[in-house]
């Protein structure tokens, strides 16, 4: 039987209660990017891009131009004083070629296809004025699409995650490497960059998946066995390691699960969010809430979902949203638990290794955390059931609901039920207005 927490048909707590259903792609739907306020852009395996309006559902425009299935897409605002601002996307596609778009005509801007490897990631630069492309090396460009500046060959496997970093640095990672880069301009007012690598941090035993940053400061990473590691963003060191995700135990008094194997898929970062205090870990089938201050977990939920977990993000109301292989998106609320006088430490445990006389010191260290350390738990608020196979990822657009896109080539568009009730009444009642419909009794 599934450990799986479940939820009744009464959601009290979760107001998506009407969607609607976007048909468009015909392959798995993996991306989604918000443009603006009201529009987003999806893609997927069928090489196409449809740019549609979050509150209506309406598709604005198709976009053809790849051959093969897109790899990587990012939002590219163009202003520069003089124009006004120009919405765009870039798209990068495994025909190996880089499309810039314009979100409001919905026309091609310009095509670059001197690439020697799929592009895989792609990060604009806003401060800098420049984007980059990560593929078997890594390629700066101006909003022209010229080349700027390029490394050497890096790897086959090629980059497969980008983030910013201050003093014009960005973090790039390739296979378990995690390569640091610094970016500069030629000063002697030419049109010349330098992309110079800097430091090579090899603290990962295994493929990094996942790359957040979390402020001007701080930038974490996790890999494909589990590890998350905080890294200090100004000068590349090692802040805090999180190696055992399905050990962890939230509560300090509790004996930590032992198991003598773990499969990858079971310990796997697939995904990682931040905001100034903790980072969201999606790690195999649960979720994970490690606090940056105190370094370490304080709030976990290890069967989250039925499968892997592939995509998580926290809302501004205490509340994260994971969706899943299975098909599955799940609320869930950050809670605080009451204070409950410590348990003592297990004897057994500590005497099995060797460790029967720290007991005591440890039981009281531990009971003095406890009293201490606010306790938190996650509760489930909302399940919502709607995809056939796996949900790739999320959009989260606050009062206009939430996007979903999903393996079963469609995206839906989840709604707040009492706020489109709402909406619809005060339409009616304004049409009857203007009919003339409506009498007033006094």
């Known amino acids: ?63 053809h131009g790849h051959t093969h299935k897109i790899t990587a897409i990012a939002p590219f605002s163009s202003s520069d004083g003089t124009e006004e601002k120009t919405d765009m996307i870039i798209t ?37 004025n420049v984007w980059l492309s990560g593929g078997s090396d890594l390629c700066v460009w101006n909003r022209k699409l010229d080349l700027l500046c390029k490394t050497s060959h890096l790897t086959d496997a090629g980059i497969s995650a980008l983030v910013e970093l201050p003093k014009n640095c960005v973090a790039a990672a390739v ?95 697939q995904h990682l969010t931040s905001d100034e205090e903790c980072v969201f870990a999606a790690v195999g089938k649960g979720i994970y809430v490690y606090n940056l201050q105190m370094k370490r977990v304080i709030a976990c939920q290890r069967t989250a979902h039925d499968s892997s977990v592939l995509h998580i993000e926290k809302l501004p109301n205490r509340q994260l949203i994971s969706c899943s292989e299975d098909g599955s998106v799940r609320i869930w609320e950050l809670r605080e638990k009451q204070h409950l006088p410590a348990e003592p430490v297990p004897t057994g445990f500590f005497n099995m290794w060797g460790f029967g006389r720290a007991n005591k010191q440890v039981n009281q260290a531990a009971k003095k955390m406890q009293e201490n350390t606010p306790m938190y738990f996650l509760e489930l608020v909302g399940d919502l059931i709607g995809h056939s196979s796996a949900v790739q990822m999320f959009l989260y657009f606050g009062e206009l609901g939430l996007a979903t896109c999903s393996a079963d080539h469609l995206i839906i568009l989840w709604k707040d039920g009492e706020r489109e009730s709402s909406l619809r009444s005060l339409a009616l009642f304004k049409k009857l207005a203007q009919n003339g419909d409506l009498q007033l009794k006094l």
Do not use: M
């Open 1 to 63: 039987k599934s450990s799986v927490q479940t939820i009744g048909e009464e959601q009290i707590q979760n107001p998506y209660t009407e969607l609607l259903v976007l048909k468009g792609h015909q392959d798995i739907v993996r991306f989604l990017v918000q443009i603006d306020d009201c529009r987003f852009a999806s893609a997927g395996d069928d090489g196409i891009i449809f740019l549609w309006n979050a509150q209506t559902g309406e598709k604005l425009h198709e976009l």
């Open 175 to 269: 296979g378990k490497e995690l390569i640091i880069f610094r970016l500069s301009a030629s000063n002697n007012g030419s049109e010349g960059w330098n992309v110079l690598e800097v430091k090579r941090l090899v603290d990962h035993q295994d493929n990094i998946l996942s790359l957040v940053s979390v402020n001007d400061l701080t930038f974490v990473t996790g890999s494909h066995v589990g590890e998350l590691i905080v890294w200090d963003a100004l000068d590349w060191t090692k802040r805090a390691a999180e190696c055992n995700f399905w050990d962890s135990s939230v509560h300090p008094d509790v004996q930590p699960e032992i198991k003598l194997s773990q499969s990858p898929n079971e310990t796997s970062v």
């Open 92 to 128: 990068a596609s495994a025909d190996r070629t880089v499309i810039v778009w314009d979100c409001t005509s919905g026309r091609q801007v310009q095509k670059v296809s001197c690439f020697h490897s799929t592009v895989k990631c792609l990060t604009v630069l806003q401060r800098l």
